[in-house]
């Protein structure tokens, strides 16, 4: 075997694959399916359930939030002794905050979004024919699944999840007596993400080495779309910052099991005494679990970001504006993604001279970020714009980046941070910033990649009110609460009324829940328009509808695998030719032709 | 397009993998990485609890015994400098076997990954005979019999660290002795001569380097500093 | 292959040969340095030794991985890849190490049982083997006590 071909070995294994669809049996073709395409379809419903779980948990515990004094009986045959008197008990409310954190940000925006993606459009873009290794990317899935299950399983043990909040601090954690949840809870809890880990860790191994090595003929670093881009470094991230995580949790077990002290030193508890454990620092713990946590939130937004540069620039048909300093600040994001942990600790008793270190490095990312809004902002700057719902949402993004970055620049002053650590103001920021903008990177993806995923359309109607309400629920819900915020309102607690300070935000609490309450019923009407034109969706006869220069819009619409029938098409120019010298658009494929001009 | 990219093209231009290596061996350097971020955060915290605590147990008395030593004789280091030779020497002879490998050499592929494996087991075998002499001297996960350099009582974090990091190294360890094993398997079976290289035995290897590597710094770390 | 072996005897058993002197003579200095360490009270000086030993453990690291691992003779760009990423230790490092420290201060300032605790000095436990289940009783009887210094001092805090 030649050299050539050993480097390639997999790549070309897979020329048969395509003609020998038929051989699949159902369990080959949808479960342990090693077609990346089918691999990130089980991603993006898995990711789907667990979005409306996690929803749902929003829904009840706003619930508890905006009518505290009420009482609602279908809660107790919902939750049952978590719900008793129908109303939601404070160790469910608990329960529910931590659950819906883990869910949302490890399940549906890290693994529901680059797991998707990343699996579906790496291959198509960069012209492979799979993953490098199709197989660790399924092993990959079912990793994922299993921590799925696991993690579900903990929210019917008898003393319900973990409820000591997505960062799982110790003492919290580590004391299996400190809340019901902290025992069984805690332990699921800490398998799940474990699982999780080595799921994230196969998935970013394989886009990595995919990404550098499957490339096809011509498809040269500078002429991959900004989505692969951003994937790349997403994984990047993953690879390099969930391995600390793990190291952590591997001491959190020690702590909880073995009679360590690793994070636990001086805790006095009534009733119990003092506690042996000598030593320890539970700061420690803080700075391991930042020390992904942060990148974490980058694993969330960049391939976002990616997909809805994608998206502004097919859709204005323009060049994205400023190919490479877009690629530049995705780099400059990335590094600095790692430099900045400790901002989310400037009041756990860091040492304030190193606060001051991590908010000059903090207030740096406002550089990258302002390139990016603004290469976005003129990317759309007179534009020819299709009003796709996919471009509503990627504009949708684009502000809620914006809205949400700035009050990033409040939150990493460490002084202003004391003030504002720990209240709605947080809330507010980190929700808009990542939690919805991501949501909306990842509604602007699977509206735009839809009819590539299964060769059906998407009903428009349906998209323009699912983007609407999602838009105006988002600000509706998180814009008050950046005044609650301010007034010094801290999150996490389980009732305000009782105090006369907070309420003044009585009725405005009611109102956040109700509108979270419709803009999750909108979120369903998603749903059924996602799996309803999965079967019954108009067929796509076109077989690049948004008339885009990538290489996934040259495969067939059906792809089976292996993706194009025949041979791999070969590039010859970058991905963003729109409206280049009069013609709407010139796909990667076509050769430079002798009079055109350069860009 | 410019010159520059018609150049660059060459080796990043698709089509071709950009570091003339297979992806298999790109993904074990990646992993490497990833595990090197494992390694580095353990040690990290045990540089970070050392750091916030005000005396720490002399290395030299606690780790001063070997294996048939006549009684009361003491030798800080010499034990923990024979695995360190150990580790060095199974390093030695995995470079040769991948080597050997790349010369379609199988006979001397067969030698050096025995010699490989014995070194495992060796260093395995050390650690897992000073484990048991830890043990008895009443040293465990949460247990510290050892006083601080300084004569104050410990914290139990100097053996939790001590168990927690060489337990994870050596389960490292133990895995890549398992590999070699598979590896030597299926160089007698012939595997790599019909797949015509031996690429599979250069990635055991990479992961075999890259647990003396680690044994570099957890000796540094525990044993010397 | 072809162009893989014929790369490979450029640098061949010589090499091999060459790194494993130098490791092994990289580690009987460390254990030189280790060993002469052992009698030497003088802070300044240990902290200097110790710093050397974490420089040659830095270039045994570097000759595990440049030759043994074989970095050296990839391409450029592979070994980029590899060794940038590795640069956010240094920050990763410096930023724990310096925020333990300041921990350890904080303690030592405002926690007067910490204080306290690191200036007791207790018994050094009997020398051999056969006493090694009773110098273990014995730190756990000390470890009462201290619990039970604790709890009388947390209780002292509260009125």
């Known amino acids: ?599 | ?225 | 292959m072809s162009h893989t072996a014929q790369h490979e005897e450029n640098h061949g058993n010589g090499e091999v040969k060459k790194v494993t002197i130098i490791l092994s003579v990289l580690t009987i200095v460390e254990l030189i340095l280790g060993f002469w360490m052992i009698g030497i009270t003088s802070e300044a000086l240990r902290l200097a030794i110790k710093g050397t030993i974490i420089i040659l453990m830095m270039a045994k690291a570097f000759y595990i991985v440049a030759y043994f691992m074989h970095l050296k003779h990839e391409l450029k760009n592979l070994i980029m890849t590899i060794v940038v990423p590795l640069g956010l230790f240094i920050w990763f490092i410096i930023a724990f190490l310096y925020d333990g420290n300041s921990f350890r201060n904080l303690r030592n300032t405002y926690d007067p049982y910490f204080k306290e605790r690191s200036t007791i000095k207790v018994e050094k436990k009997a020398e051999g083997h056969g006493a090694g289940h009773e110098a273990g009783a014995t730190h756990e009887a000390a470890a009462d006590t201290t619990a039970h210094a604790k709890d009388t001092a947390a209780v002292e805090n509260k009125h």
């Open chain 2, 1 to 225: 397009m410019s010159t520059a990219t018609v150049e660059t093209t060459k080796s990043w231009g698709g089509g071709k993998s950009p570091f003339n290596v297979e992806y298999g061996k790109l993904m074990m350097w990646y992993f490497l990485m990833s595990d090197a971020f494992t390694f580095g955060a353990f040690l990290i915290s045990y540089g970070t609890i050392r750091f916030s605590t005000n005396g720490w147990p002399d290395p030299n008395e606690v780790f001063r015994s070997f294996p048939f030593a006549p009684e009361g004789v003491h030798a800080p280091l010499v034990f923990v400098s024979v695995m360190t030779f150990i580790l060095i020497v199974s390093s030695v002879t995995m470079v040769l076997a991948v080597k050997a490998g790349h010369e379609m050499n199988k006979k001397d592929v067969v030698k050096y990954m025995i010699w490989t494996i014995i070194g495992g087991i060796a260093f395995l075998s050390c650690q897992a005979w000073e484990w048991n002499h830890l043990h008895h001297e009443g040293a465990w996960w949460g247990r510290n019999p050892f006083i601080n350099a300084d004569g104050t009582a410990s914290s139990t974090n100097f053996t939790n660290y001590f168990f927690t990091i060489t337990g994870f190294h050596g389960f490292h360890v133990f895995t890549g002795v398992l590999i070699n094993i598979i590896m030597l398997i299926m160089t007698l079976l012939d595997k790599f001569e019909q797949r015509g290289h031996y690429l599979m035995i250069e990635k055991a290897g990479l992961y075999w380097h890259f647990v003396d590597l680690v044994w570099v710094f957890v000796f540094t770390c525990f044993y010397l500093v």
């Open chain 1, 1 to 599: 075997m030649s050299h050539e071909a050993v480097l390639h070995g997999d790549a070309h294994g897979h020329d048969d694959h395509g003609h020998h669809e038929h051989h699949d049996t159902f369990l080959t073709k949808y479960v342990f399916s090693q077609d990346h395409k089918m691999i990130a379809k089980q991603f993006l419903i898995t990711g789907m359930v667990w979005a409306v779980l996690g929803g749902l948990m929003s829904v009840l515990f706003r619930l508890q939030l905006g009518y505290p004094d009420s009482t609602f009986p279908f809660l107790e045959d919902l939750l049952g002794k978590w719900g008793k008197g129908g109303r939601i008990t404070p160790e469910a409310y608990y329960a529910l905050v931590t659950t819906h954190g883990t869910v949302l940000v490890f399940f549906v925006l890290t693994a529901g979004l680059s797991g998707t993606f990343a699996n579906f459009l790496i291959p198509l873009q960069v012209g492979a024919r799979d993953m490098a290794s199709p197989f660790m990317n399924m092993l990959s899935y079912w990793f994922f699944f299993a921590a799925s299950i696991v993690m579900l399983s903990s929210m019917f043990v008898e003393t319900g999840p973990f409820s000591g909040g997505w960062t799982a601090y110790p003492p919290l954690s580590a004391l299996g007596d400190a809340s019901p949840g902290s025992k069984t809870g805690m332990d699921l809890w800490i398998i799940s993400m474990a699982l999780f880990v080595v799921s994230s860790l196969l998935g970013g191994l394989n886009y990595i080495a995919t990404i550098l090595n499957m490339r096809t003929k011509g498809m040269s670093m500078t002429r991959l779309p900004l989505t692969i881009w951003a994937l790349f470094f997403t994984a990047v991230l993953g690879v390099l910052s969930f391995p600390v995580l793990f190291s952590g949790f591997i001491l959190l077990i020690f702590d909880r099991n073995f009679g360590t002290s690793f994070y636990l030193s001086d805790i006095f508890v009534n009733g119990v005494g003092a506690l042996p454990n000598e030593g320890g620092s539970a700061i420690l713990y803080q700075h391991l679990f930042w020390f992904l946590g942060h990148p974490e939130v980058y694993i969330i937004l960049l391939p976002a970001m990616g997909m809805v540069s994608e998206i502004l620039s097919i859709n204005s048909r323009k060049p994205i504006f400023g190919y490479m300093a877009m690629i530049g600040s995705l780099f400059a994001i990335a590094i600095l993604a790692f430099l900045v942990w400790a901002h989310h600790m400037f009041v756990t008793g860091l040492n304030p001279f190193l606060g001051s270190v991590f908010v000059l490095l903090t207030l740096l990312i406002a550089v990258p970020s302002a390139i990016k809004v603004f290469n976005w902002l003129t990317t759309l700057w007179r534009g020819n714009i299709r009003f796709t719902p996919a471009m509503l949402f990627a504009i949708g993004f684009v502000s809620l980046f914006i809205s949400g970055g700035l009050t990033g620049i409040w939150l990493g002053n460490s002084a202003l941070d004391i003030h504002l650590h720990d209240t709605y103001f947080v809330i507010a920021h980190f929700h808009i910033v990542m939690g919805v903008a991501s949501m909306f990177g990842m509604f602007a993806g699977i509206y735009h990649w839809f009819p590539k995923m299964y060769g059906k359309q998407l009903n428009n109607t349906l998209g323009y009110i699912h983007f609407w309400v999602t838009i105006a629920g988002a600000y509706l819900i998180f814009w008050p609460m950046h005044y609650e915020g301010l007034a010094g309102m801290p999150r996490r607690y389980y009732d305000f009324s009782i105090w006369e300070s907070f309420k003044q935000f009585g009725e405005l609490n009611k109102f956040i829940s109700l509108v979270s309450m419709i803009v999750f019923m909108v979120q369903l009407l998603f749903l059924f328009n996602f799996f309803y034109s999965i079967f019954k969706g108009r067929k796509l006869t076109k077989q690049n509808p948004w008339d885009a220069t990538t290489l996934e819009w040259t495969a067939p619409i059906n792809p089976g695998h292996g993706n194009w029938v025949g041979e791999i098409p070969e590039v010859h120019r970058w991905p963003y030719d729109y409206g280049k010298d009069g013609v709407d658009f010139i796909a990667q494929t076509t050769p430079v032709g002798a009079d055109e001009s350069q860009h």
